[in-house]
C-alpha cells in the first residue's frame, strides 16, 4: 500500500495563478482532509470531505476549493494564488471510526510570489 | 471554539526521561492525539486518548486528565531520532474526525 499520496512535492506560484494540489489513497478510508501547516503554527484545516461527494469546510478555507468524486481522490484547488498561501500543504486520510488516527502524506511545499 | 497550548522548545539528554505537556480549552472534547513530526516530514501518529489515564506503547506513554484539560507525553530511553517536533490536537466534536492541532513542542536530544 502506497498510503496518502500528494503531488506535487514542491511548486512555485506567481500570484494571480491557479493551481491543483493532487491527493489520492489506496486505503479505502472515507475520511479526507486538507491541511496547511505554517511555521509556528499548528496544522489548520482547510476543508474534509466524509465520502465521495460531500465536501465542507473547515477553519481556514478561503481561497481554496475541493472536490470528492471518488473515494480515493480529493483534489486542492487555489483559484488565484497570493503570498498568504505560501504553506505546506497536508492530505490526511483515515477510517470513518472515532477513534481512527489520520494518516498523513508528505506534503506539497507551495510558494506563491 | 478551541485552544491548545504546548511549549515551543524542550532539550534532553539521551537515556534520559521528558515529559511534553499539552494543555486544552475546548467547547467539545472528544478525544486527544499525539503526532511525532520529523523536520520536513509528514505527522505520524503515536497516541490516542479519551478517557482519563495512561497509555502505554513501548518507550511512549501519554496521559489524559479531561477535568482538568491536560495531556502529557512521556518518552523513555531517549534516543537521538526521538528528536523531532510532537503535536498535541484534540477531536473536536461532531462527525467527520477533525482534528485541532497545536503549535508542537521542538524536543531536541542532546548526547
Known amino acids: 500500500n502506497a498510503g496518502v499520496t500528494q503531488t506535487p512535492k514542491f511548486r512555485i506560484l506567481k500570484i494571480g495563478q491557479s493551481m491543483t494540489l493532487q491527493c489520492t489513497q489506496d486505503?479505502?478510508?472515507?475520511?479526507m482532509y486538507w491541511y496547511r501547516q505554517d511555521p509556528g503554527m499548528g496544522l489548520k484545516l482547510i476543508y474534509y470531505?466524509?465520502?465521495?461527494?460531500?465536501?465542507d469546510k473547515g477553519e481556514v478555507p478561503n481561497g481554496y476549493n475541493v472536490s470528492r468524486s471518488t473515494t480515493e481522490d480529493f483534489p486542492l484547488r487555489l483559484e488565484l494564488a497570493a503570498p498568504s498561501q505560501t504553506s505546506v500543504y497536508f492530505c490526511?486520510?483515515?477510517?470513518?471510526?472515532?477513534?481512527?488516527?489520520?494518516?498523513f502524506g508528505n506534503g506539497t511545499r507551495l510558494t506563491v510570489t | 471554539g478551541q485552544n491548545i497550548d504546548q511549549p515551543t522548545e524542550m532539550t534532553a539528554t539521551e537515556g534520559a526521561i521528558v515529559q511534553i505537556n499539552c494543555t486544552y480549552q475546548?467547547?467539545?472534547?472528544?478525544?486527544l492525539f499525539w503526532y511525532q513530526q520529523h523536520a520536513g516530514e509528514a505527522p505520524t501518529f503515536l497516541s490516542y486518548?479519551?478517557?482519563?489515564g495512561l497509555e502505554e506503547k513501548g518507550r511512549f506513554s501519554s496521559f489524559l486528565s479531561r477535568s482538568k484539560g491536560y495531556s502529557y507525553l512521556l518518552l523513555k530511553e531517549l534516543q537521538m531520532k526521538d528528536s523531532a517536533s510532537y503535536l498535541c490536537?484534540?477531536?473536536?466534536?461532531?462527525?467527520?474526525?477533525?482534528?485541532?492541532f497545536g503549535t508542537g513542542t521542538q524536543l531536541k536530544v542532546e548526547l
Open positions: 486505503m479505502n478510508h472515507n475520511y
Open positions: 490526511a486520510s483515515s477510517p470513518s471510526a472515532d477513534n481512527s488516527p489520520l494518516h
Open positions: 470531505s466524509v465520502g465521495a461527494g460531500i465536501t
Open positions: 490536537a484534540v477531536r473536536r466534536p461532531g462527525g467527520g474526525n477533525k482534528l485541532t
Open positions: 486518548n479519551v478517557l482519563d
Open positions: 475546548t467547547s467539545g472534547f472528544n478525544g
